[in-house]
């Protein structure tokens, strides 16, 4: 796994109140997944995944910019809480 920077704020975990969260990448040959792991208690945010096996992108900075975006996707569902507010 990759640990990338995220400037996204995270929240402290929903379970165990730490704020020992960041947001992950588990990469395999045609697919990316992206979500937020607490090093506490181990409680893990929705996966926001890609699948780049039909993807032909003309530079890898467009690679880039999707994962940058759903690194956000992954941090902002992370920061929800019970009833759909972020608090």
Not at 4 to 32: H, M, Q, W, Y
Not at 75 to 85: L, Y
Request: net charge negative; aromatic share 6%; with cysteine.
């Amino acid at each position: 796994m990759i640990e990338p920077t995220s400037e996204a704020a995270l929240k402290p975990c929903p379970f165990c109140g730490e704020s020992n969260a960041r947001v992950l990448v588990e990469a395999a040959t045609d697919r990316i997944d992206i979500f937020v792991h607490c090093y506490s208690c181990g409680a893990r945010g929705e996966t926001i995944g890609a699948t780049f096996k039909d993807r032909h992108y003309p530079e890898a900075i467009d690679i880039v910019t999707e994962m940058v975006a759903m690194s956000g996707a992954a941090a902002e569902s992370w920061n929800m809480r019970q009833g759909g507010k972020e608090q």
